[in-house]
Every structure is written in structure tokens, then in C-alpha cells.
């Protein structure tokens, strides 16, 4: 079995270095709302981010 690199993406927030871009605006000081809408996300998914990357680093 081969394997192969994803191209496109359905969803805006799986598209790699979304992540870091949601904890580096928040550091910066920007609302969760602010940071869905200048990345086009839902804020829940910006919560979760958040929230998630408190236990990794």
C-alpha cells in the first residue's frame, strides 16, 4: 500500500499550520471570534484548538 499527501482539504482548520496560527493569534491578543472569522472557522473549532493545545505544550 502506497501512501499519498492529502492535496486539498474539505475542512479550513485541517489544513497544516492552522493549528499554530489559532494559539499564535491568541497569544497576540485576538478574540476567539475574531480569530474564526479571519481564518474562516468555526469558533468552536478555535476553542478546541485552544483548549488542546494547553496539554501539549
Not at 474539505?10 to 485576538?30: L, T, W
Request: net charge positive; proline share 2%; glycine share 8%.
Amino acid at each position: 500500500m502506497s501512501s499519498r499527501f492529502q492535496l486539498s482539504f474539505i475542512y479550513e482548520a485541517r489544513k497544516p499550520g492552522v493549528q499554530n496560527k489559532i494559539v499564535d493569534m491568541a497569544f497576540n491578543g485576538s478574540g476567539v471570534r475574531d480569530t474564526a472569522r479571519t481564518l474562516k472557522i468555526g469558533i468552536n473549532t478555535v476553542i478546541l484548538a485552544l483548549k488542546n493545545s494547553r496539554r501539549v505544550g
